[in-house]
């Protein structure tokens, strides 16, 4: 299982996080840790994985990451209920700071 590089650095006013993550030509997200207001607003501009990303960087199950994010809160979930005639669908979108946030709390 590989682990999320992460970076501190110190800026005048506040402190940023710069978190590279393997497999993607993406730009390294910043992650604001300043007051709440701003928190907020960053989660909805910084990056948001996958069940089938999150399950090959962490190399477990999509079934298993499905378990440990469907209820955490701020992952966003989308999708169709169950009907007689067709079964339904939960689509996952899990922000950066949430899937940081799993991972330290599971690794102890």
């Known amino acids: ?4 590089e992460i970076q501190e650095k110190e800026n005048e006013n506040e ?3 710069l978190i590279p993550f393997e497999g993607r030509s993406r730009p390294t997200a910043r992650i604001s840790l300043g007051d709440d207001a701003d928190a907020s607003h960053s989660v909805a501009l910084e990056r948001h994985f996958t069940v089938p990303e999150v399950a090959r960087q962490w190399g477990m199950s999509e079934k298993s990451v499905r378990q440990f994010f469907v ?3 701020g ?5 169709s209920p169950e009907t007689r005639k067709k079964r339904g669908y939960c689509n996952l979108r899990i ?3 949430v899937l940081i946030r799993v991972h330290q709390r599971r690794a102890g």
């Open 71 to 73: 209820n955490e809160p």
């Open 95 to 97: 922000p950066e700071s």
């Open 1 to 4: 299982m590989r682990k999320l």
């Open 15 to 17: 402190s940023l996080r």
């Open 75 to 79: 992952v966003l979930k989308w999708g």
